[in-house]
T-cell receptor, first 114, second 113 residues
Framework: DSGVTQTPKHLITATGQRVTLRCSPRSGDLSVYWYQQSLDQGLQFLIQ???????AKGNILERFSAQQFPDLHSELNLSSLELGDSALYFC?????????????FGAGSRLTVL | KNQVEQSPQSLIILEGKNCTLQCNYTVSPFSNLRWYKQDTGRGPVSLTIMTFSENTKSNGRYTATLDADTKQSSLHITASQLSDSASYIC????????????FGTGTKLQVIP
């Protein structure tokens, strides 16, 4: 157990729907990161939050949004889902914001869009 | 543009053998390089992290090397075990904020009996 908790582990939904993925960071970590990993692809950075504020943005689609709450947990909202959104979505956390921080990853949420 | 290239893309070795994975990068200004191990369907786990001044770091049977002059790193796995079957991801950070982190696409290693 890495200390980063992601729910749900698996999610199956239909095109056009909206889902919310949840992440609780490791105790003491203030930064949360979201990644998308499609089948046999590398990790694609989506977005980073630090202590409730957005800090860095990667290749996140406009249909996707995220936020970090005062208790530091984060949610990734995916709307108007398309088949191509099927992927593993990972959350990671770290103490600070710099690229030097080692990330601790959660086990991922597997999204299947039918 | 910052880039991280890993080779080979995939590798099959016999249990007990050694192997070496390569990572070439063009990230600048360099801050640190990390190797992660990702089991299929699981989140990546950090193996080693090296800064500019470090050229070797070990974690059990895993040894990472860094040549900051040639911008190359390698991950050497000794006496491979079936549990080493995974993807190994090289991640390079430039100085600055998190948007300066560049992920490689990984090497998929399969260890067979």
């Amino acid at each position: 157990d890495s200390g980063v908790t992601q729910t749900p582990k698996h999610l199956i939904t239909a095109t056009g729907q909206r889902v919310t993925l949840r992440c609780s960071p490791r105790s003491g970590d203030l930064s949360v990161y979201w990644y998308q990993q499609s089948l046999d692809q590398g990790l694609q950075f989506l977005i980073q939050y630090y202590n409730g504020e957005e800090r860095a943005k990667g290749n996140i689609l406009e249909r996707f949004s995220a936020q970090q709450f005062p208790d530091l947990h984060s949610e990734l909202n995916l709307s108007s889902l398309e088949l191509g959104d099927s992927a593993l979505y990972f959350c990671a956390s770290s103490v600070g914001t710099s690229g030097a921080n080692v990330l601790t990853f959660g086990a991922g949420s597997r999204l299947t869009v039918l | 543009k910052n880039q991280v290239e890993q080779s080979p893309q995939s590798l099959i070795i016999l249990e007990g053998k050694n192997c070496t994975l390569q990572c070439n990068y063009t990230v600048s200004p360099f801050s640190n390089l990390r190797w992660y191990k990702q089991d299929t369907g699981r989140g990546p786990v950090s193996l080693t992290i090296m800064t500019f001044s470090e050229n070797t770091k070990s974690n059990g049977r895993y040894t990472a090397t860094l040549d900051a002059d040639t911008k190359q790193s390698s991950l050497h796995i000794t006496a491979s075990q079936l549990s080493d079957s995974a993807s190994y991801i090289c991640v390079v950070s430039a100085s600055g904020g998190y948007q300066k982190v560049t992920f490689g696409t990984g090497t998929k290693l399969q260890v067979i009996p």
